[in-house]
């Protein structure tokens, strides 16, 4: 019989509670559940009020993997959705994990959760921009970390502030919070600077995503910011060998990364960082530390 708990009184089946889905650690689909109800409030903060698409791995990393943006079958009602039209589908909505029980029914469907750079009920209308370090081999993100310091910096100049996360696999993201403004004018600004970067930086950083280019050098992905793209969000799991997260860090880690172990964090690692150090990423829920891109008066189209 598949056990059920109650959350804020939603009752949730919750199931295969052994089954291994890390299988290099052991980690098993119930640590995954504690791991997310532990973290809650945390991932809670940076998701609650955005459309979520899921990457689903309900056999671990090394089985099937696909992404869905629509409500998976058997939703239940209870679980908030908001409409997000499409070309293809003008009446497509997403599930919006708005609370602890929405979040719980959603890890139980093993899920990476991500997040487009806009609310619910602002599409393409932004309040943070991102860029994805993404190293191309040999380089790692110790590379990452060096070109991220470098637009942390450009980004001061504009009067706007950046804070990292791991990108729980092998890059960093970088992401700024904004005053509200559409999503094609961050695009157009975040690859500006991704073009900047390449010019300053030629030995290390690229803008295109050609993989010709890449090889030695960190490619600084521009286009999540458009519309129709996601993000994985702050303190999701990773579909990796190792249950990785995407997680905040400080400047001083990124200065000091040397090593690609540096910064690597696997879930158990989360909950005391969290203690010690607080949401690094809280910030960006905070409206009076939004900035405003240069020569843009923001708002909506």
């Known amino acids: 019989m598949t056990p059920i708990t109650v959350v804020e009184g939603r009752r949730i089946p919750l199931s295969n509670l052994d089954k291994v889905l890390y299988p290099e650690t052991g980690f098993t689909k119930g640590e995954v559940l504690h791991y997310y109800a532990t973290i809650a409030g945390s991932l809670l903060a940076h ?65 990476e959760f991500h997040t487009p750079q806009w609310t619910a009920g602002s599409p393409a209308v932004a309040d943070r921009m991102v860029l994805d370090l993404d190293p191309g081999a040999p380089a ?63 030995d290390l950083v690229v803008h295109r995503m050609a993989k010709a280019l890449r090889p030695g050098k960190v490619f600084v992905d521009h286009s ?3 519309a129709a793209k996601t993000t994985a969000a702050p303190y999701t799991l990773r579909a990796r060998a190792r249950p990785t997260v995407s997680a905040p860090v400080s400047w001083e880690e990124v200065r000091a990364c040397r090593r690609p172990s540096d910064l690597v964090f696997l879930a158990d690692d989360i909950p005391p960082r969290l203690e010690r150090d607080g949401d690094l990423f809280a910030p960006l829920t905070h409206p009076d530390r939004a900035g405003r891109l240069p020569g843009k008066r923001g708002g909506r189209p």
């Open 224 to 226: 999540q910011n458009a």
């Open 140 to 202: 790692s993100v110790v590379e990452c970390c060096a070109a991220a310091l470098w637009l942390r910096d450009r980004l001061a100049a504009d009067g706007l502030d950046a804070y990292a996360k791991t990108s729980g696999s092998k890059g960093l993201h970088l992401a700024v919070p904004l005053e509200p403004t559409p999503s094609e004018q961050v695009s157009a600004y975040a690859k500006q600077l991704a073009q900047e970067a390449e010019r300053e930086l030629p």
């Open 47 to 111: 998701i609650h009020d955005r459309p979520v698409s899921f990457l689903r791995y309900p056999d671990g990393p090394e089985g099937q993997l696909f992404f869905t943006k629509n409500p998976p079958p058997g939703t239940p009602d209870w679980v908030k959705t908001t409409p997000v039209p499409r070309s293809e589908d003008l009446t497509a909505k997403q599930v919006v994990v708005a609370d602890l029980a929405t979040l719980m029914w959603s890890a139980n469907l093993v899920v």
